[in-house]
């Protein structure tokens, strides 16, 4: 593998080419008309134009991207996460070009790509599931006698969904037919598929998934737990390792699960597998991602290893370099998705230009983004701007270290999640580690975010502490050099 194409934009194309650049792997960007001067096509040793500011004429278009594998010479394709990432047929184009596929085989994507097929393999090797349907449920007549005998409340849940679209909650047989159709109908507009399932409802769920390593030769190994809890519309928005519930004896269990769900669909690279917790200690399957997660920073930041690394070694052919026992957990991690956002209109996507972009940095600080300063945040894509994450020796250094960080995440010309990750870190039940799924819901109103009174000097600070005569002391990094001025 001598030259990697990332099929893919912004924070994770960085990220993927800076572990690809470390191996001696040159790198090929690709972007649309919209990402012209982005960061990751100037980070990369070559960019091809791949298409319009659409996605789906651009980081979508499997063809145009496999003409620019074409003409840059690139042997190896990444997909990163999101667009094709999870895509069997794009794998199999690129594999039939004779390129190597940094991901599963196209197989094991099919049937992780479907929750029903997922189900059903990972049953045949004993991970526990939640009780329901045990294939899809093609009229709601059949969709409320499923529920019935399992007894409300329940979830509709589309089959190839995600996201939280298709997906429905139903506390009575009175509301199946309603929301039988629109979770159905829903489905099939997102996914072109509009089959459903039934599933007892969970009670106050976390969402714990286990990341998982995979090799040609029939070796698995998992990398322990990051809990994902912390959620809005069902997307997660905080991010840890270790979790504050698991046991090791119930760390053990998931993780030997985890793998038993790679094995069932014949997994290669490096994936997750998705689990529900309960009250009570039970964890069940929910999903696998057959791809490289957002939030797999913090296992990197815990365990040491470089994942994108071993999916390039993997994708070469390469044995796992690790036995299980090799694998020590060190530390806590927490990472904080910074989104282009409204928060207190919902979490709406905000557009504009960066006027002023700094990063945080300091002991146990990570930044992983794909923006910079005078860039425009477009309406075409994801609105995340980077991936804040805090390392330290325990949980309590990891929150305090990332809470330093976000006040000293300078962001000027679009609103941003930075102020809610605030919130959700300095919130009691986010400190004593007891919440679940829904928190947010629970818990958050955007009057929690309203200035206080000390934050207008603050403000005004901001707003004048980029002018360049204002930063007088050269030797303090800018942030450092603005509060110095203020005594913030």
Request: charged content about 25%.
């Amino acid at each position: 593998m001598k030259k990697l194409l990332v099929a893919n934009r912004g924070e994770i194309a960085i990220r993927v080419m800076r572990s690809a650049r470390q191996m001696g792997i040159q790198t090929v960007a690709i972007y649309s008309e919209a990402d012209r001067g982005s960061a990751h096509a100037d980070f990369a040793d070559e960019a091809y134009l791949v298409g319009p500011a659409p996605s789906a004429q651009s980081y979508l278009n499997a063809d145009a991207i496999l003409a620019v594998c074409k003409a840059s010479g690139a042997d190896a394709v990444h997909p990163g996460y999101g667009f094709l990432s999870e895509n069997a047929r794009f794998a199999e184009q690129v594999e039939s070009a004779g390129l190597a596929w940094i991901g599963p085989p196209p197989s094991a994507i099919r049937v992780m790509g479907d929750k029903l097929s997922a189900k059903a393999a990972a049953a045949e090797f004993g991970v526990p599931l939640v009780m329901g349907s045990d294939g899809a449920s093609p009229t709601a007549a059949e969709a409320q006698a499923v529920a019935d005998q399992i007894g409300y409340p329940v979830m509709l849940k589309a089959s190839a969904g995600g996201g939280g679209k298709g997906m429905r909650m139903v506390h009575s047989s009175s509301e199946v037919q309603e929301a039988f159709e629109n979770a159905a109908s829903e489905a099939l507009k997102s996914f072109g598929n509009g089959e459903v399932f039934v599933e007892k409802f969970v009670a106050s769920p976390r969402h714990i998934e286990i990341q998982v390593l995979s090799d040609q030769f029939g070796n698995h190994l998992h990398l322990f737990e990051r809990e994902c809890s912390v959620q809005r519309r069902h997307q997660k928005v905080v991010e840890e390792a270790p979790s504050t519930v698991l046991t090791p004896e119930l760390r053990s269990a998931m993780g030997e699960a985890a793998v038993k769900a790679a094995k069932s669909c014949g997994y290669v690279g490096a994936g997750t597998v998705e689990f529900i917790f309960d009250a009570n200690g039970a964890f069940y399957f929910l999903e696998m991602n057959t791809r490289l997660q957002v939030e797999h920073p913090v296992t990197e930041e815990v365990t040491g290893l470089d994942l994108v690394e071993e999916q390039i070694r993997i994708a070469r052919g390469e044995a796992l370099r690790y036995r299980q026992e090799d694998i020590k957990l060190k530390g806590h991690a927490i990472e904080l998705r910074v989104y282009a956002e409204d928060v207190s209109s919902n979490f709406v996507p905000d557009t504009g230009t960066l006027e002023v972009y700094r990063r945080p940095y300091g002991e146990g600080i990570r930044v992983d983004d794909g923006v910079r300063e005078g860039q425009e945040v477009s309406v075409y894509y994801d609105p995340m701007l980077a991936k804040l994450i805090a390392w330290g020796p325990d949980r309590e250094t990891a929150r305090l270290r990332l809470i330093k960080a976000i006040d000293s995440y300078a962001v000027v010309g679009v609103k941003t999640t930075l102020r809610f990750g605030r919130f959700v870190l300095e919130h009691p039940d986010f400190i004593s580690g007891r919440f679940d799924t829904g928190f947010v819901a629970k818990n958050f109103s955007p009057d929690a975010l309203q200035p206080r009174p000390e934050n207008a000097q603050w403000a005004a600070a901001l707003a004048e502490s980029y002018r360049p005569e204002a930063l007088e002391n050269q030797d303090l990094p800018p942030v450092s050099r603005w509060k110095a001025r203020y005594n913030l």
